[in-house]
């Protein structure tokens, strides 16, 4: 079993930054695949980012592309995002999840794992 736990959400205004984390506890994350995702309110939930399993490759939705940037530390079991340029339709709750399979993917399927979310509000 994989836990997965996000932080460092909060409020930014348009055109802000913000770092969100996501700490694992239980079994190695080592040789997952991590992701983002993100729901906003009466939305489903959407892929945001990806990361594989050694930090080499990674993808971003068209949305973000240019803006975020995802990283992993598998010494430390975490998983970043670096969210820049943030706009209003930014503003959702960010989650983490950990898929087995060594390469990222996009498809919410893909994932096993899956933490609480962190909320993102970003203000015009």
């Known amino acids: 079993q994989v836990q997965l736990v996000e932080s460092g959400g909060g409020l930014v205004q348009a055109g802000g930054s913000l770092r969100v984390s996501c700490a694992a506890s239980?079994?190695?994350?080592?040789?997952?695949?991590m992701g983002w995702f993100r729901q906003a309110p009466g939305k489903e939930r959407e892929f945001v980012a990806a990361?594989?399993?050694?930090?080499?490759?990674?993808y971003y939705a068209d949305s973000v592309k240019g803006r975020f940037t995802i990283s992993r530390d598998n010494a430390k079991k975490t998983v970043h995002l670096q969210m820049n340029s943030l706009k209003p339709e930014d503003t959702a709750v960010y989650y983490c999840?950990?898929?087995?399979?060594?390469?990222?993917?996009?498809?919410?399927?893909?994932?096993?794992?899956w933490g609480q979310g962190t909320q993102v509000t970003v203000s015009s």
């Open positions: 999840a950990a898929s087995p399979s060594s390469d990222y993917h996009t498809a919410l399927g893909s994932y096993d794992y």
């Open positions: 239980g079994r190695t994350i080592r040789s997952y695949a």
């Open positions: 990361v594989n399993w050694s930090g080499s490759s990674t």
